[in-house]
Structure formats: C-alpha cells, structure tokens
C-alpha cells in the first residue's frame, strides 16, 4: 500500500493549520489554547511589574492601575542591526528545516536527549553553528549573561499560514539552567506566561501576562518567570515570519561540583567549537 505523505510535524494533539484543514483530520486533537480572560502587560520600565490595560509606561507613570508583581524579565530592544537580522536569517535558511510540532519548523545545536529516562548523548552534537560566535560574544556584556554558558541553541520557524504556536509549557528542569534567552527576529511578537491550573482554587489561574517582543529584541527569562509561570506563543500573535534563536546553559547538576559536572563540561567545550551542523 502506498504511504500517505506527512504534510506537518504535529503529533499526539499538536495541531496546525495544515493539518487541521485536511479532509479527514486526525482524530483526539486539542483545541487551540486561549489566552485567559484576563491580561496583563509587562512594563520593562518598571522592570518587575505588569499593569492591565496598559502597553506604556505613561498609562501608570502615577503608579495607579491595576497590576501584578512579575520579576524575572530583562528585554534588550535592538540587540541586532537590522544588516546583522539579514544576515543571520541568511544563514539560518541556508540550512534545512525540520518540521515541528504546532505549525513550527526548527533547527537543533545541541545533545540529543531523552529526557524521560534522562539520558543525554552528545555524539550528534558538533557544536554551535558559526554565525552565533558573534552574538555570543555580544551576550557576555549583557550584565544578566555575564557567567551564561551556552550548550543549546535551537532556532524556531513560525508563521501565521501554518498557525505555527506553542501551547503553554515549562522549559525542562533537570537539564537545562535557570535563564532562557531568545532573540527575536523578522517580526515582533508576544510572549505570553501563565501560572499552571491546579485542582485548588488559586488567584492567578485566569490571569496571564504578556511580554511584548519587538523585531530584533533579546528577551532573557528567569527567576520566577522561569520557574513559577508557564510560556507560549499564542497563534494570534503570529502576524508575519517569525524566527526565534533560544540559547539554553545547563542546571547545576551539570555544573562544577554537580554530580554530573564532567557531562557538562564536555557540552560546553563542543559549543564553543562554533563549527556545529544542526542535529537531525
């Protein structure tokens, strides 16, 4: 029997799309999440707080309004010249894409790793790729990022033809570190964070808070944002091609005196060949 040719990289209740306007769709897929009912936005000039209604510093300069603490955002507006944006989006897409759950396309630099039984191989990983040596160079005079030890880079494709998103989720715990960075290039976009439901009533459960991210921004994620809120990339804020470059460092475990140290230290000196292919 000849075999149906995949048309995406949705799996499980991952949809997009594509697959969603096929004629016979798969079968127990989820509905797009929504965002909650109720939305705060994060002011990155009062650093650690998110005020509802309200996309400027001069709607609540009184320090009047509704708004919620939210630490653990640092956002670096044009942290790439709009040649230097070209450019890398040169090199990116003159490497092949993989398809990607939920309407998104990658390209992963890093160990290949089973995280359920917590494995980690980094055999498939010769390094990160040669264009990054720059930006991580520049990363280092970021104050935040001063000691970030990049081992993973991943570059995610989304576009609004696709429906390209990706549903509210924690960054992995055990492997990777406390900050997740990611520059944001070809459109700006929303970085949307969500406290996880839970069986007990609980304040924050139909609150969310959105990070605006605009073209060419460096946006670092950590602390409680990391740690305390779920984040996704809603469908609905993907208005044009998007390409979003996520550097990760590694948890303490893999960090000198962790029991896994000598993994780590192995990751990080492959990184830093910056002659890396992507893994496929």
């Known amino acids: ?3 149906v040719p995949k048309l995406c990289g949705c799996k499980g209740i991952r949809t997009c799309l594509v697959c969603e306007n096929v004629s016979e769709p798969r079968q127990n897929t989820n509905v797009q999440v929504k965002k909650p009912s109720t ?3 994060f002011c990155q000039t009062c650093k650690n707080k998110a005020w509802m209604n309200s996309t400027n510093h001069s709607d609540h300069t009184d320090g009047i309004g ?3 603490d939210f630490p653990g955002i640092v956002l670096v507006e044009d942290f790439v010249t ?3 944006e070209e450019s890398i989006v040169l090199e990116i897409d003159s490497c092949p894409w993989k398809d990607s759950q939920s309407g998104r396309k990658k390209q992963d630099y890093g160990p290949k790793v089973n995280f359920k039984k917590r494995k980690v191989n980094h055999r498939p990983f010769t390094g990160l790729p040669c264009f990054s040596q720059t930006l991580v160079g520049r990363m280092s005079t970021v104050d935040q990022l001063r000691d970030f030890k990049i081992v993973e880079q991943c570059n995610l494709e989304y576009v609004p033809t696709r429906g390209s998103a990706i549903d509210p989720h924690f960054d992995d715990f055990w492997l990777w570190g406390e900050r997740l960075v990611t520059l944001n290039l070809l459109s700006n976009t929303v970085l949307t964070f969500t406290k996880p439901t839970t ?9 969310c808070v959105d990070v605006h991210l605009p073209q060419r921004s460096l946006v670092i994620v950590y602390g409680a944002a990391r740690f305390d809120w779920m984040h996704a990339i809603h469908r609905e804020d993907i208005t044009a091609r998007r390409i979003a470059i996520t550097f990760r460092e590694l948890s303490t ?3 000198d005196g962790g029991t896994k140290a000598d993994i780590g230290s192995e990751l990080i000196e492959i990184a830093y060949r910056f002659n890396g292919s992507a893994v496929q």
Do not use: R
Request: with cysteine.
């Open 82 to 84: 709009n040649d230097e």
């Open 1 to 3: 029997m000849e075999s």
């Open 253 to 255: 475990e893999f960090c």
């Open 199 to 207: 069986s007990e009533p609980h304040e924050n459960e139909s609150v």
């Open 39 to 41: 939305v705060y936005v």
């Open 66 to 68: 509704d708004s919620v």
